[in-house]
């Protein structure tokens, strides 16, 4: 079966770290991506994992173990407007679909 | 037109009644999906298309169907609409292999 898991909500301060994890089970493995959706809006990519390791892109790093089926997306230095819901994905091998996680609703507090 | 693009933006629909969502991409991306997203359940896949002239079910396919015939475009219709089918729905298209997925604006339909 197919099945991503991610917490529903998670609250921080603003110029805090914060870390939002992951982990996924998918039928075959083709990548770990990671979108950001501000609310009302359509979801925008953040960043893409497929090997293990961190991947770090400014103030957003991404990390992945293959082996675990885990992955998480760091924010550092976090900003007033980070506040919007972050989604896990993988990318499955046999239809090249992604599935996505229930989405994690992040509140950035002055 | 730049990206992808969904009309319409949003729609209020009687129960019953026929719609099409539409779909559009100028990217040339082979795969296009079509997702819809309710509170708490996150984006669910509807239906998928890996190529110009293929397509195929997702999680939640009933009630739903799709036709791709060319490369751009990849409509969603709902022939007899349910107030279960309230809900955003995301018009997607990625390249093959290891690319990221590009969404559409969405389109906020309430069926009544």
Known sequence: GQNIDQPTEMTATEGA??????????????????????????????SYNVLDGLEE???????????????????KELQMKDSASYLCAAKDNYGQNFVFGPGTRLSVLP | ???????????????????????????????????????????????YSNTAGTTGKGEV????SVSRANTDDFPLTLASAVPSQTSVYFCASSDSGDTEAFFGQGTRLTVV
């Open chain 2, 61 to 64: 396919p009933d009630g739903y």
């Open chain 1, 57 to 75: 892109k400014g103030r957003f790093s991404s990390f992945l173990s293959r082996s675990k089926g885990y992955s998480y997306l760091l924010l």
């Open chain 2, 1 to 47: 037109i730049a990206g992808i693009t969904q009309a319409p933006t949003s729609q209020i629909l009687a129960a019953g009644r026929r719609m099409t969502l539409r779909c559009t991409q100028d990217m040339r991306h082979n795969a296009m999906y079509w997702y819809r997203q309710d509170l708490g359940l996150g984006l669910r896949l509807i239906h």
């Open chain 1, 17 to 46: 770290i914060v870390q939002i994890n992951c982990t996924y089970q998918t039928s075959g493995f083709n990548g770990l991506f990671w979108y950001q959706q501000h609310a009302g809006e359509a979801p925008t990519f953040l």
